[in-house]
């Protein structure tokens, strides 16, 4: 429906060894025809195979032929065998377009190196990249660029201690409960006005008697 009614013949793949055969002074070549090709999705899978071969192909429009073949049901392992890549490779690209369009753009203008954006967009959970992305230009710094690899440590190093955060407030929290203690939510007074000298027994267990005895959590998850 989008071809006018004077075409006869649309080329669906194969232009460059129509053009190469053409140069060799063939007048025939040999060529699998049928309306079938336009009919199934062939001639769609068919292009973007054939295209995906351009050494000059730029990433992101790689990136776009990749997720148009996975919408098709290909998986990436079949697509990366029928487009001659490596899985990998054929994983890295479709990453791309995680990414924000801010950091796209920085991709097409060559702020941000391809390889660095495929770090972002692979090693990064999905939902964290818009943040470790805004990090990456909070961190730029002048004559040294975007620091993708440094963003992303920093970012690992505050998920892994507020990871430990939570399991040391979980197990304070299950000591509370094990021991009765009544755990104090808003403090309106510094912790360590309220702190307890963890030596004095006699004190703890007189407050412990006498139910004044309580934990607080501090920010790092451990009881006080």
Known sequence: DQLGPDIDWVLVAGERRLVASRLAGLAVVPIVSGDRLVTDGTDVEAMIVENIQR??????????????????????????????RGQAHVSRRLSLLKLPDQALAA?????????????????????DIPTVWQMVLERRTWGRGLDVPGAIRVHQAKKDDEARRRKAEKAARRQAEDEGLAVIEDLDVPIWRIRVDADDAEQIDAARTNGTLAIAIDERGNSI
Do not use: F, M
């Not at 192909?57 to 029928?82: F, M």
């Not at 991709?107 to 939902?127: R, Y």
């Open 55 to 84: 050494e000059t192909l730029d990433p992101l429009a790689e990136a776009r032929a990749y997720r148009h073949l996975t919408n098709t049901g290909l998986s990436q392992r079949v697509i990366a065998k029928r487009v001659g």
């Open 107 to 127: 991709i097409k203008d060559g702020t941000l190196g391809i390889k660095d954006a495929e770090t972002l967009g692979s090693n990064v959970a999905t939902a």
